[in-house]
Nanobody, 114 residues
């Protein structure tokens, strides 16, 4: 499975950004897709996850501000990020877990700064 992320960039505090991640290859239909983020010198942390039936899980720090969604027909997961804060600055990574396999996409930089 290959994961191709897009979106990200530079935004001012309080602004919004949207990320998307398209999966391709031998995709098992029952899977969990999600977004993680990593800042310099820190570990990679979960931001949000969504199962193939739409159940979601969010990090406390983004609840109420970020929304994860997916389009199973397009094998794509989205992350809508609103009310962005400087502490949201990180490299964001797309992830898919299916059966015993764990796949990662390339990271995309999100910078929140005035």
């Amino acid at each position: 499975v290959q994961l191709q992320a897009s979106g990200g960039g530079l935004v001012q505090p309080g602004g919004s950004l949207s990320l998307s991640c398209a999966a391709s290859g031998s995709i098992f239909p029952i899977n969990v897709m999600g977004w993680y983020r990593q800042s310099p010198g820190k570990q990679r942390d979960l931001v949000a996850q969504i199962t193939s039936v739409g159940s979601t899980n969010y990090a406390d720090s983004v609840k109420g501000r970020f929304t994860i969604s997916r389009d199973n027909a397009k094998n794509t997961v989205y992350l809508q990020m609103n009310s962005l804060k400087p502490e949201d600055t990180a490299v964001y990574y797309c992830n898919q877990v299916a059966r015993v396999y764990n796949y990662w996409g390339q990271g995309t930089q999100v910078t929140v700064s005035s």
